[in-house]
């Protein structure tokens, strides 16, 4: 009896839809998709791919070694055991989404490759963009939830725990947080105050989250004189494009949270994402109970703190 696998006008189908959705992720990568949720493509600049298991395991920095001595001749070492490693534990967690087309679907396009592909790609652009949607809402929860990625609230705070961690374990497991006001008359002071302490701490700010009205607030601190550039067509204008504070780029989520601004040094903060996770398309496979076929979108991975010192962020900031 033959082994051989029947090439079936299904499985024609589907290998067809597969070979779209393939075609498409090449024309229009994940990458592109980021920069309308800019919180999330800073995270995604440093990501980390990884085969990953039920956890990201971290081993952190604690203190520094307590046996270096100054020396002189015969002095002896001192042999005590020094602890100075602490550990940082992030669960995996997973988001999935279904992409989905039915029978009815198919033979709505049916000989019209052109259209087919069209459906796919509509309906890949709304699954990516909702699940990152998703993620960038994660981002700013006002308390940590199970099964979503870390959350910036609790994260870069100055108390409780994250990874596992508490700061009342390792004083050095704890953010800058500056207790701020009126952005007009104090916003620069607590600002520079805020980056000066991480700067202290060894870290190098580079990125600075808020909403677009604390983003306002800097902008017009940093514009306060009417300037007009003249170009010959007699058009004025006034303003800038980007807005830098200390070097760091600052930018605007509609995510984020309100009266708050943070201060994120990238190196310390990225995206561990496991490889068989890394918001994949797999091919598409027939359903059991309906004439449609699905593709199983899932991305499995946490955003990772390993430096907790290396942030801050200014709370109750009005204008």
């Known amino acids: 009896m033959s082994t051989i696998a029947i090439d ?3 499985n024609r189908t589907t290998e067809r839809l597969t070979a779209f959705l393939s ?13 309308r949720r800019k919180a999330l493509e800073v995270f995604t600049k440093n990501m980390k791919i990884k085969d990953a298991g039920r956890q990201v395991i971290y081993p952190i920095n604690s203190g520094a070694n307590p046996t270096v ?3 002189a001749d015969y002095d002896t070492y001192d042999p005590s055991a020094s602890d100075t490693a602490l550990i940082v534990t992030y669960p995996m ?3 999935i989404a279904s992409l989905v087309v039915s029978w009815e679907e198919e033979r709505e396009v049916a000989g019209k490759d052109h259209a087919m592909y069209d459906l796919i790609e509509h309906k ?3 699954l990516l963009n909702s699940v990152l949607d998703a993620q960038d809402t994660d981002l700013f929860a006002a308390t940590q939830t199970a099964n979503k990625i870390s959350s910036l609230v609790p994260t870069i705070l100055g108390t409780g725990a994250v990874g596992g961690l508490n700061q009342s374990t390792d004083a050095d497991w704890a953010s800058t947080v500056t207790a701020s006001g009126s952005f007009a008359s104090q916003g620069m002071s607590d ?3 805020t980056y000066t302490t991480i700067a202290g701490q060894g870290a190098d700010p580079d990125v600075i989250i808020s909403r677009r009205q604390e983003h306002n607030f800097y902008h017009l601190l940093v514009d306060p004189d009417v300037r007009y550039a003249y170009t010959p067509d007699l058009v004025a204008g006034r303003g800038f494009r980007g807005l830098e504070f200390m070097g760091a ?4 989520d509609p995510k984020s949270t309100s009266g708050v601004i943070y201060l994120v040094t990238s190196e310390n903060m990225y995206l561990s994402v496991d490889s068989a996770g890394n918001y994949d398309f797999p091919p598409f496979i027939e359903m059991p109970l309906q004439r449609a ?5 899932a991305f499995r991975g946490n955003l990772i703190c390993d430096r907790r010192n290396s942030h801050g962020k200014l709370t109750g900031v009005v204008a």
């Not at 090449?26 to 920069?35: G, L, N, S, V, Y």
């Open 124 to 126: 890949r652009n709304v």
């Open 69 to 71: 001595k100054d020396a």
């Open 249 to 252: 780029k600052w930018i605007y």
């Open 93 to 95: 967690v997973n988001k």
């Open 293 to 297: 076929k699905i593709s199983k979108f």
């Open 191 to 193: 600002m520079l105050n």
């Open 8 to 10: 079936t006008p299904a």
């Open 23 to 35: 075609d498409i992720g090449e024309q229009k990568p994940i990458d592109q998709f980021f920069p």
